[in-house]
């Protein structure tokens, strides 16, 4: 069975930070592309990040460049998303999958900023 289980989402102060866990079980993590997605209300949900298989290569938005790190260790299945700077355009629910299969969401972390 797939499942991806997302957290340290929160409630935080633009300007501030966090850093979201994404663990994976069920797939053959080491072999995919992963990427973090986010959905804010409203709108369609979005690919913020992506890191490469063996976690060389990366790529972001450009609404996120210079703020986020995305990041992975194969031996845990587990994708980081470090973000800082946070604005309250950052506000969404985020979410973590493969690249090129984006399948079998999990619940995902709420990351809500406001004064």
């Known amino acids: 069975q797939v499942q991806f289980v997302e957290s340290g989402g929160g409630l935080v102060q633009p300007g501030g930070s966090l850093r979201l866990s994404c663990t994976t079980s069920?797939?053959?993590?080491?072999?995919?592309?992963m990427g973090w997605y986010r959905q804010a209300p409203g709108k369609q949900r979005e690919v913020v990040a992506h890191i490469s298989t063996g976690g060389s290569n990366t790529n972001y938005a450009d609404s996120v460049k210079g703020r986020f790190t995305i990041s992975r260790d194969n031996a845990k299945n587990t994708i980081y998303l470090q973000m800082n700077s946070l604005k309250p355009e950052d506000t969404a629910v985020y979410y973590c999958?493969?690249?090129?299969?984006?399948?079998?969401w999990g619940q995902g972390t709420q990351v809500t900023v406001t004064i």
């Open positions: 069920g797939i053959r993590f080491s072999i995919y592309v």
């Open positions: 999958n493969r690249l090129n299969i984006p399948q079998d």
